[in-house]
C-alpha cells in the first residue's frame, strides 16, 4: 500500500488501511527520537512551513522537530506578526507561501474547513492540525499509535471518550479512526457538551459517567475548551469536576490495566484529577513523544509521493 494523497485533512477520508500506514511507518520513526543522534537525510531539500492561526504548544512544536529530525527544512510563520494581522486573507497568505517553493503547509485555523479552502488553492500538500471543531487528524493518529503500541491492536477494544465533545476535534478525529480499525466507542459528558449525530457516527452516548468508564480498556479524557465555552452549558468548574471529572474512584470501574489519554493542555482538578493524570495508567506523556513521531511519518509519507522503507 502507498500513500497517494496530497493532503491530510482529516481521519473521516482515510480507509482503514491509510490508517494503518501512517500507524505502521510511526515505528520506525520513533526509534529514531529515541537515538543520541535524531535526524536521518530523508527529507533533505523539503520545505515544511507551520501556519498555526490558533496557539499550540505541543502540534507545532512537534511538527517542527518531526521536520527537523527528518532534514526537511522548517519555518513557521507568526500569524501574529505576520501580514494576517494587516488583513491578508488566507489564501492570499498560503499562495505567498505556496510560491516561496513550500512543499507542505501545516495549518491550525479557528475555522471549520479552512485546511480543505488551503488545500483547494495552493500546490503544497496541507496538513490539519487542527480546524475548529470539525478535526485534529495527527492528534487522532497519535492517540491510536499510543494506544496500540501499549495493547497491540486496537480492533475489539472499548473506547471511553470523556467531557466536552461538543468543542472538541480530537474527539471527532478519535471516533472516526478507532472506529474504522474496529473498536468500540462509547462517549459520556454534560448533555449540553454532547453533538447530535453521534449514534450516526458509530458511537455509544452515556449519560452517567460511570456506565460509560465500566469495563473500558482505554479512557481518553478532553479538555474542556474555556475560550470557546459558551456561558451556561455547565454550571461552574467545581461542579464539572464533581460530575464529570476523572478520579481515581472513577477510574477503578474501568479494566485494571485500562490506559489513560489526554490530548492536553490538562486542565488539572476540573476534567481529570492530578492523581490519575500523573497516576501509573497515564500515558499522557507517552502521547506527547508519540506525536513527534506520527507527525514525522505523516510528513514523511506526504513528501515521499508513496515511499514506505524509511532509510536506517
Ligand atoms: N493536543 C494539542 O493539540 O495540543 P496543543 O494545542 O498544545 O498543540
Redo the contacts with the bound molecule.
Keep these: 500500500m502507498k500513500w497517494t494523497r496530497k493532503d491530510l485533512l482529516g481521519l473521516q477520508d482515510l480507509s482503514s488501511d491509510e490508517i494503518n500506514l501512517i500507524l505502521d511507518q510511526t515505528a520506525p520513526m520513533k526509534d529514531i527520537i529515541q537515538r543520541d543522534i535524531k535526524k536521518v537525510p530523508t527529507l533533505r531539500g523539503k520545505s515544511v512551513i507551520n501556519l498555526f492561526y490558533?496557539?499550540?504548544?505541543?502540534?507545532?512544536?512537534?511538527f517542527e522537530l518531526a521536520g527537523k529530525y527528518l532534514s526537511a527544512d522548517t519555518s513557521s510563520l507568526a500569524v501574529s506578526t505576520s501580514s494576517v494581522v494587516k488583513g491578508e486573507s488566507l489564501i492570499d497568505t498560503g499562495k505567498t507561501i505556496d510560491v516561496m517553493g513550500a512543499d507542505i503547509v501545516v495549518i491550525?485555523h479557528q475555522a471549520s474547513g479552512a485546511p480543505l479552502l488551503l488545500s483547494q488553492n495552493i500546490k503544497a500538500s496541507v496538513v490539519n492540525?487542527?480546524d475548529g471543531f470539525h478535526e485534529?487528524p495527527t492528534?487522532g493518529l497519535l492517540d491510536m499509535f499510543t494506544i496500540r503500541e501499549k495493547k497491540g491492536t486496537i480492533q475489539g477494544l472499548t473506547v471511553t471518550i470523556l467531557g466536552d465533545v461538543l468543542h472538541s476535534r480530537?474527539a471527532r478525529s478519535n471516533i472516526w479512526g478507532l472506529t474504522k480499525l474496529g473498536a468500540k466507542v462509547r462517549v459520556a459528558g454534560p448533555s449540553t457538551l454532547m453533538p447530535p449525530g453521534l449514534a450516526e457516527m458509530g458511537v455509544e452516548v452515556f449519560n452517567r459517567i460511570e456506565d460509560a468508564v465500566a469495563g473500558a480498556d482505554v479512557v481518553n479524557v478532553l479538555?474542556i475548551q474555556l475560550e470557546r465555552q459558551q456561558k451556561g452549558l455547565f454550571p461552574t468548574l467545581r461542579e464539572y469536576a464533581r460530575l464529570f471529572g476523572l478520579n481515581q474512584a472513577r477510574l477503578a470501574l474501568a479494566q485494571p490495566d485500562a490506559l489513560v489519554l489526554h490530548?492536553?493542555?490538562m486542565n488539572r482538578g476540573v476534567e481529570i484529577s492530578p492523581e490519575v493524570a500523573d497516576g501509573p495508567q497515564s500515558v499522557i506523556t507517552e502521547q506527547v513523544t508519540n506525536?513527534v513521531a506520527v507527525r514525522m511519518a505523516v510528513l514523511y509519507l506526504m513528501a515521499g509521493g508513496g515511499l514506505v522503507d524509511v532509510p536506517r
Excluded: K, L, M
Design positions: 490558533e496557539p499550540s504548544t505541543r502540534t507545532r512544536t512537534s491550525r492540525a487542527g485534529h492528534q480530537v479538555r490530548p492536553g493542555p506525536g
